[in-house]
Every structure is written in C-alpha cells, then in structure tokens.
C-alpha cells in the first residue's frame, strides 16, 4: 500500500483559551490506497473530507491514529522534517485560481516545485512538458493566473502536482466551479495521467458523478465518521448504509421519472459539539430502530465496511419517515 491511515482522530479546541474541551473533525477513520489507485471521499460539506486530506498530508495537525506512507510512519514530522514527503505527496487545492500566485507567470508557477526542492532541470523546457501533459500549449507559460478560464488553472494546478513525479496526489474538489464540459475535461485528464505515471489518488467530493467516473473505491464520510467504504461500482449498484443510499438516490439525473425514487432526509445536520447517542445518523434516518439511538455500529466486513446496525438490502426503499430526537 502507497497509505496507510489507521484510527485517525483531529480535534478542534472549543470555547475559552484554556478550556480543555474539544471536538472532532475527524473521530477516528482508517483506509488504504494501493499504488495506481484512486480512492475518493464523499459526503456532505462539512462532514471532515478536506480535514481529513490535509491531515494526510501532514498541513493539519493529528491529535491521534498512524498515517503510513510508502512503508514509513510519518505522522510523527514536524516542520523541515516534511520536506520530502512534499516531493512524494502533492496536493491540489480546492480553489484552481486562488491556489495559483497572481503575481507569478504560469512558467514559474508549474515549476516552482523544482526550485524548492533544489532539482536541478532545464526549467523552460520542463514547464514546456508539463504543460504538454496537462493539454495547454506553450503559449499559456507567459499568462499569469488571472488571464486562465477556470478549467485552465485547473490544469496549471495538476501540472503543478505532477512536476516531481509523486507517488500520491490529493485532489480537494477537483471540478468545483467548473463547467460539465470542462469537468469532463479535468477528470479525462486526471484519469489519462494516473494510468501513464502510476500515480494513486486521493479524491475529496460531494460530486457523485465525479467519483462513479474516476474512483475504484470509495468512502462515506458522515460527522467525521466513515460509514461505508467499499469498491465505488459495487457501492453505487447496492447502497448498504442509508445514508449512502440518500446520497445516491439525490444525485442528479437527466430522466425526471427517478425523482420519485429519491430519498429525502431533514436538512438539519447535528451539531458536532452535541454528538447524537447511539448511531450518529439516528436522527435523520428513515430506518431508525430503538437500538440505533442508544448503541454505536461497529463497521463490520473486509472488502465492503457498513457501520449499520440494519444494512439496506438492494433496493430498499424507506418507511414513512418520523424525526426522532438526538
């Protein structure tokens, strides 16, 4: 496995200065990425996906859990000591244009990776190839940030990523804001780019369609808390958790018929500074039983991991649904 991340925990200190409480943003989750594999994270905003990717790659601090990269322990660095791992794990983040330095011509931009890390390379001819890899002409090496469409920094962005040959990206959001036709353009590029370096991927999203598109796997992340991980084609043909399965039901489709088959949850989301007992999702689930209010699911399986006292079988449709309290 290219990652390891096993019972990964990030807190938030709360109320005073010195007040010792604290909430979870993250409250204990473990998954791995093989080599040349993409493995995404979804769920709704808020539910720990971007703290998650940039607790990973070590831009914020873990309060517990073991992050293993390329067979080596490294939630243990601290300052200089990342350095190399910048070279081996890139990040692209999720704002293309306002990650891009407005006062940096693309040329210095895509290889600016080459001058922190002290690689010596012929730097025009270098940003001339990465460009050429991401679709842009050598043209685009003169612009700066603010004369790129959206889908053109995007591009910037992922050459960016790319300039050192890591092993691992990270992709926060990777068609936010973007056009269909040019998101279908980012993840065509993206996936054409994994096969010819063998690069894994990590990829944060709400976007459902990007991630049947691009994903071999999958997780779904509620309160900090996965509950379902899995294979992404075998998860999309048989939700088991019910939140998976209002996720896939509310993802939009051309065909006005399948509304009728959508499932509807209350839009109120717990706070995490009041944490539901029992299953976490009790409160807005359609199947609730008395023993989701008082005992957390352990997750249960190998390949496919449901965090559900009763899993969904194909095709469940859900019974009228009563609020019930946290």
Known sequence: MILSVRDLQVSFPVGRLMSRSAILGVAGVSFDIAAGETFALVGESGSGKTTLARAVNLLQ????????????????????????????????????????SPRMQVRDIVTEPFRVHGVEADLRAEADRLLSLVGLSGDFANRFPHQLSGGQARRVGVARAIALNPKLIIADEPTAGLDVSVQGEVLNLLNELRERLGLAMLIITH?????????????????????????????????????????????????????????????????????????????????????????????????????????????????????TAP
């Open 207 to 323: 976007n459902l369609h990007v991630v049947h598109h691009v994903a071999d796997r999958m997780a779904v992340m509620y309160l900090g808390r996965f509950v379902e991980t899995g294979e992404t084609e075998a998860i999309f043909q048989a939700p088991a958790h019910p939140y998976t399965a209002a996720l896939l039901s509310a993802n939009p489709e051309p065909d006005p018929d399948k509304a009728k088959d959508r499932i509807s949850l209350p839009a109120e989301v717990p706070s995490l500074l009041a944490r539901p007992t029992g299953c976490e999702f009790h409160t807005r689930c359609p199947w609730a039983q008395a023993r989701c209010r008082t005992e957390a699911p352990a997750a249960q399986g190998t390949d496919r991991r449901i965090a559900c006292h009763f899993p969904l079988s194909p095709g469940a449709r859900p019974p009228a649904f009563k609020e």
């Open 61 to 100: 601090p873990i309060s517990a859990g073991e992050i293993t990269f390329d067979g080596k322990r490294i939630d243990g660095l601290r300052g200089a000591d990342t350095k190399p791992l910048r070279r081996e794990m890139a990040m692209m983040f999720q704002d293309p244009v306002g990650s891009l």
